[in-house]
């Protein structure tokens, strides 16, 4: 028999402290922060890949002050209201008024890519785009939280009692994933660049990466409800291995998606459309748009598909079904086909009401790029939100207008299986809210309405672009026709009037705060400070016996 190796202490101490670190992992995630979080991996797993030194981010510290924030809303029935800040300036000044900062990959895409080429939101832009505005957003707030700091340490106890009580400039911030920007790994390494540079909450989409668009643009194509799980769970581990609480959010776009990458989970099953004419079969709609590519022009191959589709009389398999059978057998067929597992399980449960020959077919439709077609619904979303509710902290369904009976059906049907789980909306520019059906009083009421649904966190994704075309767009043109009084009566005078602290914008910017600095460096005097007699910003100082030119502290 071979003698038993001894193993050295080294060794042992290894084990132990890996071991300690197992069980520190282990109570993290029996919190109530993941009380209702499930992972299909354990603490061992997080751990091995794990490096031994350990790292902490301040994005963790925003991470943990969203989750309260928001479980709080959740639990008053209110929300948390954003929207899409696209610089500096706008972070900074929402922050004395909202609680919470958006940064959209829209915005992004179209205003700041890491390459400065911009475009369309269809996610084809570098995947460092929306992590670097995080970054740029986030070191922002870190200065003029700094910066208010030092205003308030060179007031004496008096004056600070005084005067206004300080902002919190660090608001957290939840940033666009898109769809990941491809599998399990580039999620992973997209997550952790968020986390690195600021981002307390990320949400991810279940589009396809390679076909990916904004989610008011028509040819959407969702992968498949796994597929998304594996999204979900990617990004959940990256958090786990970086031992931080950043926020999950998990988005469907199956109200209006009208295409999936593939049939491969039964759970999406019910939602997939096939041709239910026995005249096409043999006639798959695939071959026929590629045997006449490059032969045709486009408007004859869209003829020749708008006319395939219309004999094809595409349905779903419980629709399909539904139409052979006698009124009075559809509601229970329609019960027990609820809980089919399965097109197989469903095709058993038709022969069982004598519905065993009808002709449904998912292929023959299928596009050219081998897509299978889709009917969006409300309740294709619930049964995906539902899916990926145990493995992210909120979720989000993609509409394609306001509608207070959507947003109750999906509250309904979520909460029904996932009482518990927080949910997110979309308060669309994309959306034409005069056309919508609402009194003004109805749009000023829909916020909170929506939010005793479960909605605890709102957002107007692109309101920064919006707000930053309608102030140049309109100065732009007064400009050019008045001169200096369009910007004095249009720009600085609404500043003063509105005590926009932009106003006296060196200070704004930090100009006190760096001489600060240089006087500290040089034992308290400097010949060079920037804020000394001879700025300019002194014109905009109060004037004795007169009115007041400079903007009030908000800090």
């Not at 308030?152 to 994933?177: E, K, N, S, Y």
């Not at 022009?297 to 004999?311: G, M, R, T, V």
């Not at 939010?451 to 309101?463: E, H, M, P, R, V």
């Not at 804020?531 to 910003?537: D, F, I, L, N």
Request: charged residues 20%; proline residues 6%; glycine residues 6%.
């Amino acid at each position: 028999m071979a003698p038993t190796l001894a193993v050295p202490s080294a060794v042992l101490e290894e084990e132990a402290r890996f071991e300690a670190e197992v069980a520190e992992v282990e109570a993290w995630w029996r919190t109530e922060r993941f009380a209702l979080t499930q992972r299909p991996y354990s603490a061992r797993d997080v751990v091995s890949l794990r490096g031994t030194l350990p790292v902490s981010y301040p994005s963790n510290q925003m991470a943990r002050k969203l989750w309260r924030l928001l479980r709080a809303h959740a639990a008053a029935g209110t929300a948390s209201r954003t929207f899409g800040a696209l610089d500096p300036v706008q972070a900074i000044l929402m922050a004395p008024h909202l609680d919470s900062i958006y940064v959209s990959g829209w915005q992004c895409s179209s205003t700041h890519t890491s390459t400065n080429e911009p475009g369309p939101d269809l996610a084809d832009y570098p995947y460092d785009t929306v992590p670097n505005k995080v970054h740029h957003l986030f070191m922002a707030q870190l200065f003029h939280d700094r910066k208010q700091r030092e205003a308030r340490a060179a007031m004496t106890p008096q004056q600070r009692a005084a005067a206004p009580p300080p902002v919190d400039f660090l608001r957290p911030i939840i940033a666009d994933g898109d769809a990941g920007f491809g599998g399990a790994t580039a999620t992973a390494k997209l997550c952790k660049l968020f986390v690195e540079r600021g981002a307390a909450g990320v949400h991810i989409e279940d589009q396809s990466a390679s076909a990916k668009k904004c989610g008011h643009m028509a040819g959407k194509v969702l992968i498949s409800t796994a597929d998304h799980v594996s999204r979900l769970v990617a990004a959940r581990l990256q958090f786990d291995i970086m031992a931080v609480d950043t926020l999950l959010v998990a988005r469907t776009d199956a109200v209006a998606a009208t295409l999936l990458q593939t049939n491969i989970d039964p759970r999406d099953h019910p939602f997939i459309l096939g041709a239910t004419n026995p005249a096409v079969r043999g006639r798959p709609l695939a071959a026929l748009l590629s045997s006449n590519a490059g032969l045709l022009p486009p408007a004859e191959l869209q003829s020749q598909e708008d006319a395939w589709l219309a004999e094809a009389r595409l349905m779903t398999f419980a629709e399909a079904v539904s139409a052979s059978l006698p009124l009075s057998s559809v509601p229970a067929f329609l019960a027990a086909s609820s809980s089919a597992s399965s097109l197989d399980h469903a095709k058993e449960i038709a022969s069982k009401f004598g519905a065993s020959d009808v002709f449904f077919d998912w292929d023959l439709p299928r596009t050219r790029e081998g897509f299978y077609r889709f009917k969006g619904s409300v309740a294709a979303a619930v049964a995906r939100a539902s899916a990926f509710a145990p493995h992210a902290d909120l979720v989000w369904m993609e509409t394609s207008g306001p509608d207070l009976a959507e947003c109750r059906a999906f509250s309904a049907g979520v909460k029904a299986r996932h009482p518990h789980t927080m949910l997110a909306y979309n308060l669309s520019p994309s959306f034409n809210w005069d056309k919508a059906g609402m009194s003004d009083r109805a749009m000023a009421e829909f916020i909170p309405e929506i939010a005793k649904l479960g909605f605890c966190w709102q957002f107007i994704t692109l309101a920064g672009f919006h707000a930053n075309a309608l102030a140049v767009g309109s100065f732009a043109p007064d400009f050019a026709r008045r001169g200096m009084l369009a910007y004095v009566e249009g720009i600085q005078r609404e500043e003063r009037r509105h005590e926009i602290e932009t106003l006296a914008h060196q200070k704004w910017s930090g100009a006190n705060y760096y001489d600060r600095l240089l006087r500290t460096v040089q034992g308290g005097i400097t010949s060079t400070a920037a804020m000394a007699k001879g700025v300019t910003e002194e014109q905009f100082e109060e004037e004795k016996g007169g009115s007041a030119l400079v903007v009030k502290s908000k800090m």
